[in-house]
């Protein structure tokens, strides 16, 4: 219980660095939640631009919306143990009495605050500018969709961070690599099924494809879904728990790999 | 001139080695190429899946081709400062070298806009070899000169947003990204500028890559959308200059009053974590 109690502080500890962090400095309220506003603004005018249907316009929001939360468990959480550990931070986590899961929710959850007023943002870019309108019947459905695709996309996001203790200089490369690929693979901007059958399958081990393709279901009345949206909560239910139990194995395995080739605090390589 | 262009040559081959010699060439070549072609290819679902115009395509491949170029170069010489001063802690002992900061950042935009023309010809090559693109017309003149302006005028720029980078936290980096996102939205990149409202329309004229795209579509002999069609190309080219000569006065001004500011703040040698 007292662990429990202690991981617990410990999260909340980490999080609360990066709530100060933010009110420290205000720029990134310009940088992180109006300016990527805009750019998903540009994937509604390239569809007016090819004259589709205004469906397309409300699938686009959408995926604005839901792209800060990948950033968020790409740079703020899998990627952020690789500047912990060019800071020298990472060394003083591991000799804490303390999980490592612990220190990775308070960086999703202290990094929460700022992807939600981003998605706010492109939320009322899309209600007031481009007149998106939300099934108000699937509402209900879609915000337990979508809880159900930040729980599993988090537990992926605790996997990701186990490789980038191992990462040298390359890993900024390999975080930059997970954008543009993953807003494609995971249908950002467009229904997922438009990837063909074999890769929207595929593409459906990435919790966000079938977050996004449910609550567009549910919360746009979408009739181009891939999967019936039962199957993808079933299917996004089963990550959550495989992702949860997988992040703690990788978590230990990649932790150890690191200590035994000396790569834990290796700094600038 | 000569210790700066030998400076900014030693920076550009710095940079190139820091890009590319973290891993094999064969690890890192697919990693130069995934973002632009992963990128390319979300343009050409959304084409398939909305059954856009045949007359789109070939304008907005080739436009989100020659892009990549921007996001690299706009960010290249902020990234270099944020890289250098956060993360290698560097950025101090450039500072107490002998010569100027400035052809060392210099040498990182250059080395990154190499890095990203890999990405421009790779997309073009497979529009043309894969996707069956051709081009009415071909301006090599036309195309080398806009291509220079191009590449002078966002060198310009980055150097003012390596000068607001000296005084944001290391989260500077998303704003490179988010600047890069507003070109791309204004500069007709993807979509004609007739798409946008016509009171946002204004913010595409005054911006030098609109018309840096355009010149290269017009040296392709492509046509993308009319409002722009009442110039011509001459006339299109001064733009592009005028705009170089001011971005040029604009880049130096601000990177001087950043630089200013941060060593008054102490922030030349800041770290920060959150």
């Given amino acids: ?269 | 001139m000569k210790r700066a262009l030998r400076n900014a040559a030693t920076s550009f081959v710095l940079c190139w080695k820091k890009e590319t010699n973290w891993a094999g060439a064969w690890v890192y070549l697919p990693f130069a190429l995934l973002r632009p072609v992963a990128g390319a290819l979300l343009i050409f679902v959304m084409v398939r899946a909305a059954s856009a115009p045949p007359d789109y395509f070939a304008p907005a491949w080739l436009g989100n081709a020659f892009f990549q170029l921007v996001p690299a170069v706009l960010g290249g010489l902020a990234w270099a400062v944020i890289e250098d001063r956060e993360r290698y802690q560097m950025f101090k002992y450039i500072y107490l070298a002998p010569g100027n900061v400035v052809p060392y950042l210099m040498g990182h935009g250059l080395a990154r806009a190499a890095h990203a023309l890999i990405g421009v010809a790779a997309l073009a090559a497979a529009g043309v070899a894969l996707l069956g693109i051709r081009t009415p017309e071909f301006h090599p003149a036309l195309l080398a000169v806009t291509l220079a302006l191009g590449l002078a005028c966002l060198l310009a720029l980055s150097l003012a947003l390596a000068g607001l980078a000296l005084l944001v936290a290391r989260h500077g980096h998303f704003m490179t990204e988010s600047i890069g996102g507003v070109f791309f939205l204004f500069s007709g990149a993807v979509f004609p500028v007739d798409v946008l409202p016509a009171w946002i329309r204004p913010l595409a004229f005054a911006s030098p890559v609109t018309w840096w795209l355009e010149l290269l579509r017009r040296s392709l002999g492509l046509h993308f959308g009319s409002a722009l069609d009442g110039v011509s190309t001459p006339a299109a080219l001064a733009i592009l200059a005028g705009f170089t000569v001011f971005c040029a006065f604009l880049g130096r001004a601000a990177w001087f009053a950043g630089e200013r500011k941060a060593r008054w703040k102490g922030l030349l040698d800041a770290t920060t974590a959150y």
């Fill in chain 1, 1 to 269: 219980m007292s662990s429990l109690r202690n991981n617990l502080r410990a999260a909340g500890a980490r999080a609360w660095i990066r709530v100060v962090a933010a009110n420290r400095e205000l720029s990134w309220v310009w940088f992180e939640t109006f300016l990527p506003a805009l750019t998903t603004a540009c994937y509604v005018f390239i569809y007016r631009a090819m004259g589709a249907a205004p469906e397309f316009e409300s699938y686009v929001i959408l995926g604005g919306i839901m792209i800060g939360f990948w950033l968020n468990v790409l740079w703020g959480m899998a990627a952020q143990f690789f500047w912990e550990k060019d800071m020298g931070n990472l060394d003083i986590y591991m000799m804490a009495p303390i999980s490592r899961m612990a220190i990775l929710l308070g960086m999703a959850l202290g990094g929460m605050t700022g992807t939600a007023m981003r998605s706010v943002v492109i939320l009322l870019l899309g209600i007031f500018a481009f007149r998106v309108r939300f099934e108000v019947a699937g509402l209900a459905t879609a915000f337990g969709i979508f809880l159900l695709t930040m729980a599993s996309l988090y537990g992926l996001g605790m996997m990701l961070s186990s490789l980038f203790l191992l990462f040298g200089r390359g890993a900024q490369r390999w975080a930059e690599a997970a954008q543009e690929p993953i807003y494609l693979l995971a249908g950002f901007y467009f229904p997922v099924r438009n990837l063909g059958f074999g890769v929207a399958a595929a593409a459906s081990l990435f919790p966000l494809a079938l977050g996004i393709d449910a609550m567009r279901q549910t919360a746009l009345g979408s009739r181009a879904g891939f999967l019936p949206v039962g199957v993808e909560a079933a299917a996004l239910a089963a990550l959550t728990v495989l992702f949860g139990l997988l992040a703690r194995t990788m978590l230990r395995t990649m932790e150890n790999r690191a200590k035994t080739e000396g790569k834990l605090t290796l700094k600038w390589q």
